[in-house]
C-alpha cells in the first residue's frame, strides 16, 4: 500500500521560499510517477508538476503561474520528491497534495494528507 507523507509547509512572506518533501513508503512498479497538486481557497485541486522515478523526467503546469519558480526533484534512494518553490506569491497560498501515480501524472492513483502553505504579501 502505498502511502505518502509530506512535510516543508508554512507560512512565508511574498518572495521567499519553501521546499516541500514527500516520502513514498509503498513505492511499486505500478507507480513510476510523483508529484503536487494544490488546492486553492476556493478552488478546484490542480496540478502543478511531476516528476518519473526513472529518468528524472519532468512536467509542469501548463501555465506561467509556476514556470520558472518551482522545481520537482526526486531522490530515489530515500524515494522522496521535493518541490522547490521559489519567490513565492500570495496566489499560491493553498495546501498542497503530494500524488503517485503513472508519468505524466494525469491522474493520480494515491494522495498525501496535503500541507498548507501560506504566503503573506
Known amino acids: 500500500q502505498v502511502q505518502l507523507v509530506e512535510s516543508g509547509g508554512g507560512l512565508v512572506q511574498a518572495g521567499g521560499s519553501l521546499r516541500l518533501s514527500c516520502v513514498n513508503s509503498g513505492r511499486t512498479f505500478s507507480n513510476n510517477a510523483m508529484g503536487w497538486f494544490r488546492r486553492a481557497p476556493g478552488k478546484e485541486r490542480e496540478f502543478v508538476a511531476a516528476v518519473r522515478w526513472s529518468d528524472g523526467n519532468t512536467r509542469y503546469a501548463n501555465s506561467v503561474s509556476v514556470e520558472g519558480r518551482f522545481t520537482i526533484s526526486r531522490d530515489n534512494a530515500k524515494n522522496t520528491v521535493y518541490l522547490q518553490m521559489n519567490v513565492l506569491k500570495p496566489e499560491d497560498t493553498a495546501v498542497y497534495y503530494c500524488?503517485?501515480?503513472?508519468?505524466?501524472?494525469?491522474?493520480?492513483?494515491?494522495w498525501g494528507q496535503g500541507t498548507q502553505v501560506t504566503v503573506s504579501s
Open positions: 500524488a503517485a501515480g503513472n508519468y505524466p501524472l494525469l491522474i493520480a492513483l494515491s
